[in-house]
């Protein structure tokens, strides 16, 4: 039996924060634990087969915590796993009630925003990279080759792409956002 796993691309298969710390929860269930997360967590990420567990693990985007920020989530018996990009994670093993990180509704929509606010960031910059590409083919077409052409048209439809598919996390997100 295969004691290690490779899970690749869970950040976006799991698109809104609850559905990626339901998935993890059920990896844990199942054995399946990661010990720390990383920058490359969202491509990529080791989870390890241990003893199957209840853990509550959460997923907080915080892209610039406060000073006490750690302290504070460690003070009520949270462990901290790392952070993968601006989003914080951690866990708590628990046994009965499940623990919640976040104290109401509105602190639940408030984490789903800076979501949504962290993934707008990403579309707006592909929004500046496609009208930036579309600027060079509109008024330097006629100094660049064949070649150059088609690569430059090649950037602007990859943009588009990350960009439209940016704009759906951005709904799915947007609609989930009480959960």
């Known amino acids: 039996m295969k004691d290690k796993r490779i899970v690749w691309f869970s950040a976006f298969r799991h698109l809104v924060p609850a559905d990626y710390e339901n998935w993890l929860e059920t990896m844990a ?13 969202s491509i990529f990420m080791i989870l ?5 567990k209840h853990y509550r693990y959460v997923y907080d985007p915080q892209a610039s915590p406060r000073k006490d920020y750690i302290a504070t989530y460690e003070q009520f018996g949270w462990q901290y796993l790392g952070r993968m990009a601006s989003a914080h994670f951690w866990r708590m093993e628990y046994i009965g009630k499940r623990p919640e990180a976040f104290s109401d509704i509105d602190s639940v929509v408030a984490r789903n925003r800076r979501t949504m606010m962290a993934v707008s960031v990403s579309f707006l910059i592909f929004i500046f990279l496609d ?24 950037a602007e439809v990859f943009f588009f792409i990350l960009m439209v598919a940016l704009g759906i996390v951005m709904l799915i997100i947007r609609k989930n956002e009480k959960r």
Request: net charge neutral.
């Open 131 to 154: 009208l930036f590409f579309a600027g060079m083919q509109l008024f330097f077409s006629k100094s660049f080759s064949d070649a150059d052409r088609t690569q430059i048209i090649a």
């Open 29 to 41: 269930e199942e054995g399946w634990h990661i010990n720390h997360f990383r920058q490359w967590s």
């Open 48 to 52: 390890k087969r241990g003893e199957p």
